[in-house]
């Protein structure tokens, strides 16, 4: 048993959905068109099946391994969290027994919605497949991305790394400049980040998490950590500006940066080779889950962005 006092504020938390770590499409499909007791039936006769790797599992992995680099202190914690009952979890502990990964912490809800539950395991990042939970994680100020499905091959990071790849506005940033070029065109985009280069831009559901894990990155010498933190913005000059002042004033270290004014982003996140990569637009985030793993990003559901973007397409 784990010591009472325990904090989980002291390391990044990593909260995952069960169906995010695996493979769970097949038990997913009976759940939705046979119903629970059908489900429950499947998950009991193989129980000793174990499950696949799902889209998360290899950045759960690589995280967890960033808890053998300093002796006697650990990074990093990953609480798996599933709407099953404990009865019907117990094909998930075996799993994760099976794969030995040190995750010590589960959240079976019985059917709850899981967003009720981030905080009290102090939450900083939330992965799932559920839109749903991750809306509700958004709106509560959470960092949460809908995770896509595996890439079409395996995919295999850099390895005793990870690398984390965030698109820069509405994820890092706040949406005020997604909502200038969506509402004014590019040229007011332009006129604006050019007018307030000198000025950081706003924090994102994001700010938080990438800070964090640049001061873990200061656990290890400059440049060798770890960590790779990468931007993949369709941003390109002037705009580029903006972007590496903020993070200079924000005190956080990017080892990679890409600019592509609007050229394609999965060629270079294949190269880059994240073990997640962030964005808030199905247009990148769907040819990037064909090679890299990838998640979206959602509004929360009261920004102007999102209020924006509805009544547009109602137009």
Known sequence: MSKTNYKLEDVIVIGVSSRALFNLEKENKIFQEKGLDEFSKYQFENEDKILGKGTAFPLVQALLNLNTKIDNKRLIEVVVMSRNSPETGLRMMKSIEKYELDITRTALTGGEPLA????????????????????????????????????????????????FAFDADAVVFSDESELIYKEQGLEAFLKHEKDNRDSPLNEGPFAKLIKMLALTQKEFELGKAPIRIGIVTARNSPAHIRVIKTFKAWGVYIDSAFFLGGVSKDKVLKAFRPHIFFDDQDTHVGPASRVVPSSRVPYKSDSKLSNFLKSNKKD
């Open 116 to 163: 009720a539950y981030l905080d009290a395991f102090s939450i900083d990042l939330f992965l799932s497949k559920d839109e749903d939970d991750i809306q509700n994680a958004v709106d509560k100020d959470v960092a949460a991305a809908i995770v896509y499905n595996t890439p079409d091959s395996d995919f295999v990071g850099i390895e005793d790394e990870v690398r």
